[in-house]
């Protein structure tokens, strides 16, 4: 079987809830590059996550980007995983060990001040979301954020993105 058969199989797994055979499937892959070899681990993750495994998540996470560092989704989603295994200080530092490949990317800008503004660094949270460009909607929903929402309404950041057709 192909990668690609062995990633839909776990999917339609994944969406049946039986995750011990997604991973199971995951286990029979032998990834031939470095990039399916991360295709395989954003799978784990997903797994891990569905199932609420945050610990083996963060793991999964750590081990990943040592030996593929340059994959921001490991970041994006280990951070998150970490974040609920642990702490946010460590979600944290975890995503920005990431800056050399997530800074294009506004998620990663989101996360850092969704993590900033819950560790209540105000200042620091507001010039990370506001470098999230597309994320006006969502950052008024965000709980993360809550201290932020009023500055946000004032500033009608949400209105601007969808006049710029971010959202």
């Known amino acids: 079987m192909k990668l690609s058969e062995h990633l839909t199989v776990a999917d339609g797994y994944l969406e049946l809830g039986m995750y011990r055979d997604a991973l199971d499937v995951l286990e029979e892959i032998v990834p031939e590059t470095e990039h399916e070899h991360f295709q395989v681990i954003r799978k784990r993750l997903t797994i891990w996550e569905a199932v609420g495994d945050w610990a083996q998540g963060a793991r999964t996470a750590r081990e990943a980007v040592l030996t593929l560092p340059n994959y921001a989704d490991l970041y994006l989603k280990g951070a998150y ?87």
């Open 81 to 167: 995983a970490i974040r609920r295994a642990e702490s946010v200080e460590s979600a944290l530092e975890f995503l920005k060990s990431g800056e050399h490949c997530c800074s294009y990317t506004s998620l990663w800008w989101y996360y850092l001040g969704c993590y900033y503004c819950v560790l209540g660094r105000i200042d620091d949270a507001k010039k990370h979301v506001y470098k999230a460009v597309g994320f006006g909607k969502r950052a008024l929903q965000e709980k993360d954020l809550e201290p932020l929402w009023d500055e946000f309404r004032a500033a009608r950041w949400a209105e601007e993105d969808e006049e710029e057709g971010f959202d």
